[in-house]
């Protein structure tokens, strides 16, 4: 079975800092895209940042600030956030599925796995 388990979350102040780890196992992780997405309450899923084979794909609304990377001989997807704000604040999710990412990288509805999610809250 496939399993994603994000860890790394906390509570920050504004302009502040944290990296958000995934452990992936149960698939060939260096070849699907991998993703991070972040729920607001009341508010949708949006996609944050994917990657998959070096490419790397960034919401405008983060670019700049956070930065997707993964650690393949450790089956660990990334997301280094800096420069935190107030609005960052949401449940963040690792999720995969598709072979690749493409334009569509930032749909929810592409990813067949998702991790349980860990908590921002920017303050």
């Known amino acids: 079975d496939v399993q994603l388990v994000e860890s790394g979350g906390g509570s920050v102040q504004a302009g502040g800092s944290l990296r958000l780890s995934c452990a992936a196992s149960?698939?060939?992780?260096?070849?699907?895209?991998m993703a991070w997405f972040r729920q607001a309450p009341g508010k949708e899923r949006e996609g944050v940042a994917a990657?998959?084979?070096?490419?790397?794909y960034v919401a405008d609304s983060v670019n700049g600030r956070f930065t997707i990377s993964q650690d393949n001989a450790k089956n660990t997807l990334y997301l280094q956030m800096n420069n935190l704000k107030p609005e960052d604040t949401a449940m963040y999710y690792c999720?995969?599925?598709?072979?690749?990412?493409?334009?569509?990288?930032?749909?929810?509805?592409?990813?067949?796995?998702w991790g349980r999610g860990t908590q921002v809250t920017v303050s």
């Open positions: 990657m998959r084979v070096g490419m790397t």
């Open positions: 149960g698939y060939t992780y260096s070849t699907s895209c």
């Open positions: 999720a995969t599925g598709p072979l690749t990412c493409g334009s569509t990288w930032s749909s929810p509805s592409r990813y067949d796995y």
